[in-house]
């Protein structure tokens, strides 16, 4: 099995005038590799997965695939709240290649603890691929448990998970009752280095787009005991927070836009380009870093 700890990057979908932008995600991909980036989320939801069709999700893949040639580590986002259709898009991914699936806390239908056990449980039974759980009750409503988190741990397939909730007293819970074989990545770039500490392995990030060399070497250090990291993470801390301006993942690719890296900040509806005031604000918050 592949190594999944590290700085992993949630790749956005960058668009041009409704279709799929090849160019700048090449652009994107080699900007990331050259960062030193330990591996790659793609179609989760910073790739507006609900906005793809299935077909543009599996070239999207292949595409990442054939262009990262096998140095990192390629995990796909393959949850919704339909079970049928978790394992359905998990078995689809294991086809393509893929070296692990995460997988989203089902949202709005609100299962209860069992049944989110029940359904992590058939999708990790249904494919061939390790499971990684995905806690963001901030966009999912339900929430894993400790125990559930705990329970789920020990079926073989299951291999760890992405905790977005900010919350390190609960991180640390997680990686005290899941022992260190159990990955432990953050879901949430403002506190990713305290969840290392805590003993995590690393992130899922959505800041390594613009940051990749930077996060990789500080989560590299804090893994490493080195905490002086953090000073100069603190740097960066109104940057990253203006990532979050407006939902994930409208800012950062207006960030990459004014880098850049990608041709156009274009979304797919109902998400729509970073209003004016908040775009003055990210390229003075990027301005003050170096950035721009």
């Known amino acids: 099995m592949k190594d999944f700890s590290g700085v992993f990057t949630a790749l956005i ?3 041009k005038d409704g279709e799929i932008d090849w160019k700048s995600l090449q ?6 590799l050259d960062g030193g980036i330990n591996g790659f989320v793609v179609i989760g939801t910073t790739a507006e997965s609900p906005n793809l069709t299935p ?3 599996q070239k999207l893949f292949e595409y990442v695939k054939s262009e990262s040639a096998g140095q990192v580590p390629l995990i796909v986002g ?4 339909s079970t049928s259709e978790t394992i359905a898009a998990t078995q689809a991914a294991a086809r393509w290649g893929a070296d692990a699936a995460l997988v989203v806390v089902p949202y709005y239908n609100r299962p209860p603890q069992r049944g989110l056990f029940a359904h ?3 999708v990790a039974e249904c494919s061939d691929l390790p499971v990684i759980l995905y806690n963001v009750p901030s966009r999912t409503v339900a929430k894993l448990e400790l125990e559930t988190i705990k329970e789920l741990s020990h079926l073989p397939k299951i291999i760890g998970i992405k905790e977005a909730t900010g919350d390190i007293g609960f991180a640390r819970q997680i990686a ?3 022992g260190k ?3 432990l990545s953050s879901g949430d770039d403002g506190t990713y280095l305290d969840l290392v500490a805590a003993g995590g392995h690393g992130t899922i990030a959505v800041a390594s787009h613009i940051l990749p060399k930077e996060f990789t070497t500080w989560c590299d250090r804090v893994r490493k005991g080195d905490q002086t990291a953090k000073q100069e993470f603190s740097r960066y801390a109104e940057l990253i927070a203006g990532l979050y301006l407006e939902s994930n993942p409208i800012p950062v690719k207006m960030a990459l836009h004014l880098m ?3 041709e156009s900040p274009e979304l797919r509806l109902p998400l729509v380009t970073l209003s004016e005031p908040y775009k003055a604000e990210l390229k003075n918050r990027m301005m003050a870093v170096g950035l721009l």
């Open 13 to 15: 979908t960058p668009f």
């Open 27 to 32: 652009k994107l991909v080699r900007f990331q």
């Open 55 to 57: 077909q543009e999700k």
């Open 78 to 81: 393959t949850g919704s709240n």
């Open 120 to 122: 992590y449980q058939k």
């Open 176 to 178: 005290h009752d899941c």
């Open 181 to 183: 074989s159990f990955l």
């Open 260 to 262: 850049n890296i990608i």
